[in-house]
């Protein structure tokens, strides 16, 4: 994952053109939403677990 952000970043310097660019920025919110998703999902299954135990 993160060699994944790394790698996309450097790509950015060589981007040649508006279609590359853009696909570029498209690829970085893509992983961001995949990210953010990924992060909801686990604090939403932390606060069942605590609603459980009572915590």
Do not use: H, Q
Not at 29 to 41: D, G, N, R, S
């Amino acid at each position: 994952p993160r060699r994944m952000l790394a790698t996309t970043v450097n790509l950015f310097a060589e981007a040649i053109g508006d279609l590359y660019t853009s696909s570029l920025v498209a690829l970085g919110l893509i992983l961001f939403v995949i990210t953010f998703l990924i992060l909801a999902i686990a604090r939403y299954m932390l606060m069942r677990i605590d609603a459980r135990t009572g915590a």
